[in-house]
């Protein structure tokens, strides 16, 4: 069964901090995909990153960073110098491929809130 | 272009009543989903559909869900004989269809259903 878990619930930091996010799967399939979503307070889900379990390259998209550790089973998020438009639930994803229709396993979101 | 669309954006029944929520996904998008999303729950996924293949029900709660989706294109879910457990946002997600590759799932901004 696959499982994703996201262990702090809210983060305060003041503006221009960074802040990281901190995400924990598991999963039996050997092939199986990652994935981080925003949802601002306007409450609609922002796809932000998708990654495969054979792709263990860390990704840098401007402020936004990711890192993928299968050691570890954790595929981290990391805001560098946060935004008060950052602040939003922040959830991490896991489908696995053999599972037939690829539904999203969602962990329970980290509310982020940036302090201006 | 378009993304997914979803109506009615607020939905405010009385217990026992039957609901429909609708959902119109991206275009070239073969895959469809709906999950739902609870305070208590978390974000639950509840059925998807792709192209013509019979659904995966697998998430559905009780026989008092079900959805249909007419000509590969637009979805309903129907809620019969509503109850306040069933107080939820609804969200449906369109994606690529990849077989054994999990696509990003696009998400509509979500029906919130409140039953009272």
């Known amino acids: 069964a696959q499982k994703v878990t996201q262990a702090q619930t809210e983060i305060s930091v003041v503006e221009k901090e960074d802040v990281t996010l901190d995400c924990v799967y598991e999963?039996?399939?050997?092939?199986?995909?990652l994935f981080w979503y925003k949802q601002p307070p306007s409450g609609e889900l922002v796809f932000l990153i998708r990654?495969?379990?054979?792709?263990?390259q860390n990704e840098i998209s401007g402020r936004y960073s990711w890192n993928f550790q299968k050691s570890t089973s954790s595929f981290n998020f990391t805001i560098t110098a946060s935004q008060v438009v950052d602040s939003a639930v922040y959830f991490c994803?896991?489908?696995?491929?053999?599972?037939?229709?690829?539904?999203?396993?969602f962990g329970k979101g980290n509310q982020v809130v940036v302090i201006p | 272009g378009a993304g997914v669309s979803q109506s009615p954006s607020n939905k405010v029944t009385e217990k026992g009543k039957d609901v429909e929520l609708r959902c119109d996904p991206i275009?070239?998008?073969?895959?469809l989903y709906w999950y739902r999303q609870s305070l208590g729950q978390g974000l639950e996924f509840l059925i998807y559909?792709?192209?013509?293949?019979?659904?995966?029900k697998s998430g559905l709660p009780s026989d008092r869900f079900s959805a249909e989706r007419t000509g590969g294109s637009v979805s309903t879910l129907t809620i019969q004989r509503t109850q306040q457990e069933d107080s939820a946002v609804y969200l449906c997600?369109?994606?690529?269809?990849?077989?054994?590759?999990?696509?990003?799932?696009?998400f509509g901004p979500g029906t919130r259903l409140t039953v009272t």
């Open positions: 997600a369109s994606s690529l269809e990849g077989g054994r590759t999990s696509y990003e799932q696009y």
């Open positions: 999963t039996r399939d050997t092939t199986y995909y």
């Open positions: 990654r495969n379990s054979f792709d263990e």
């Open positions: 994803a896991l489908s696995e491929a053999g599972g037939g229709n690829n539904r999203l396993a």
């Open positions: 275009s070239g998008h073969t895959a």
């Open positions: 559909f792709q192209g013509n293949s019979a659904p995966d």
